[in-house]
């Protein structure tokens, strides 16, 4: 049987590293309101752990994105498919990561033209790797400094 699964991202700023990654990919912001309300007027949750964000009520330090074609609990806003997570966590990064997001291009939208979109959202070039008919990509930094590649 498979399981689910969500890609969790250690983040500094979940909010605005979720708002990165939702339009680099083309995804949508979790909407966790509706939850939110109800855990608070159940006193499940203190306010101090309820912050906003683009007018909406977020867990304070959390953050999730989720493909838009992809199904959805309607009652906590969690998605039930393809979906990212930031989590806040209270160190910096340090080191290469071990495991990170290829970003492809659409057929219609040629390389550079992703990375320069990309770029336009906050991503940087660290490298362009060309290994002729095995692959051409960009090695990249999401805002925080995580690595993904842009093929």
Same mark, same amino acid.
């Given at each position: &049987?498979?399981?689910?699964? *969500?890609?969790?991202? #250690?983040?500094? $700023?979940?909010?605005?590293?979720? #708002?990165?990654?939702?339009?680099?990919?083309?995804?949508? =912001?979790?909407? $966790?309101?509706? =939850?939110?309300?109800?855990?608070?007027?159940?006193? &499940?949750?203190?306010?101090?752990?309820?912050?906003?964000?683009?007018?909406?009520?977020?867990?304070?330090?959390?953050?999730?994105?989720?493909?838009?074609?992809?199904?959805?609990?309607?009652?906590?806003?969690?998605? *039930?498919?393809?979906?990212?997570?930031?989590?806040?966590?209270?160190?910096? *990064?340090?080191? *290469? $990561?071990? =495991?990170?997001?290829?970003?492809?291009?659409?057929?219609?939208?040629?390389?550079?033209?992703? /990375?320069?979109?990309?770029?336009?959202?906050?991503?940087?070039? /660290?490298?362009? /790797?060309?290994?002729?008919?095995?692959?051409?990509?960009?090695?990249?930094?999401?805002?925080?400094? $995580?690595?993904?590649?842009?093929?």
């Amino acid at each position: &049987m498979a399981l689910h699964w *969500k890609l969790v991202l #250690d983040s500094r $700023n979940a909010p605005a590293l979720a #708002d990165f990654w939702a339009a680099a990919l083309g995804y949508e =912001l979790e909407d $966790n309101s509706a =939850l939110i309300d109800r855990l608070l007027a159940a006193g &499940m949750v203190e306010p101090g752990q309820i912050g906003e964000h683009r007018g909406r009520r977020i867990f304070r330090g959390f953050a999730a994105i989720r493909h838009p074609d992809d199904p959805f609990d309607a009652d906590t806003g969690v998605g *039930k498919g393809r979906r990212l997570l930031f989590q806040d966590v209270p160190e910096e *990064k340090t080191g *290469k $990561n071990r =495991l990170h997001i290829d970003v492809h291009h659409a057929e219609a939208e040629a390389l550079g033209d992703l /990375v320069a979109r990309l770029e336009s959202l906050g991503a940087t070039r /660290v490298r362009e /790797v060309d290994q002729g008919p095995a692959g051409h990509w960009w090695v990249m930094h999401d805002p925080e400094g $995580n690595e993904f590649c842009a093929a």
